[in-house]
């Protein structure tokens, strides 16, 4: 097990150097100590523990005390990948005080190194206000689970020219704001390629298609065991809810 701390600069770099990013997430100890073991780059705490472990139908529930308590848990067993706090709908919504304050309390009470949140033109002021902070922020753009009420549903993001435009209109935006690299959710492959090479950070994607800098996936869909919904772009190696 690699124990050397990844870091946000070692993460751009991976974009320079041509190396694809490896992310997946985790929701307490065991799952953090696997994801270390095998090696992968960046760890999310994602608010997906909504769905696959608190059996919530979505993320919009999800809390900071939730998410404070899982990012805890991770921390402990996870020691060599970079570990990314996901802020809950509402956490930073309001106001940027109110956003600053709660990537606060994620990084000091959970113990993650960097906080994501959802948003691409209208949140990059808040994500940069986390960054001069001294918060390292990722973004997440296209499909964004906690507003998929708002885009008509779990779809395919970006498949006409405006809605495309959009998207990458938002990544530059959150890139201009600093962000150190984003997620890119359920878009057209060429979009997915077109987006990251529209940005100089590093664009990790979720059915996003191959011809990004790094995929990201949610770990209990990766072994199979979720089995509610699995979304088409999955690739699972296992099916350990058969065996459990
Ligand atoms: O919460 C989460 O797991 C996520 C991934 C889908 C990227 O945001």
């Known amino acids: 097990m690699a124990d050397k701390k990844v870091t946000v600069l070692e993460v751009q770099q991976a974009k320079a150097e041509g190396r694809k990013l490896v992310m997946v997430t985790a929701y307490d100890y065991p799952l953090g100590l696997l994801a270390a073991e095998a090696g992968v780059d960046i760890v999310l705490v994602g608010d997906s523990l909504g ?12 809390t900071m005390e939730d998410m404070i308590h899982h990012t805890k848990a991770v921390v402990r067993g996870c020691k060599g990948p970079l570990i990314v706090g996901d802020m809950p709908f509402m956490s930073y919504n309001t106001s940027i005080r109110e956003a600053i304050i709660n990537a606060g309390r994620l990084v000091k009470e959970g113990g993650c190194e960097v906080i994501k949140l959802e948003g691409g033109v209208d949140f990059a002021p808040t994500g940069g206000a986390i960054v001069k902070a001294g918060i390292p922020v990722m973004g997440h753009i296209g499909l964004t689970p906690q507003t998929a009420r708002s885009l008509g549903g779990f ?16 990544a530059r935006a959150l890139e201009d704001a600093g962000v150190f690299s984003m997620i890119l959710e359920a878009v057209p492959s060429p979009l997915g390629q077109l987006i990251a090479e529209s ?14 800098d790094g995929q990201v996936l949610v770990f ?4 199979g065991l979720y089995d509610r919904f699995v979304p088409k772009f999955v690739k699972q190696y296992a099916k350990v809810r058969r065996v459990m």
Do not use: N, Y
């Open 220 to 223: 209990h869909d990766v072994v």
């Open 155 to 170: 779809k395919i993001q970006g498949r006409d020219a405006s809605a495309a435009k959009q998207i990458v209109d938002d």
């Open 199 to 212: 940005v100089e950070v590093p664009v990790i994607g979720i059915g996003a298609g191959p011809e990004v």
């Open 51 to 62: 769905m696959v472990v608190m059996g919530l139908e979505g993320t919009v529930e999800v």
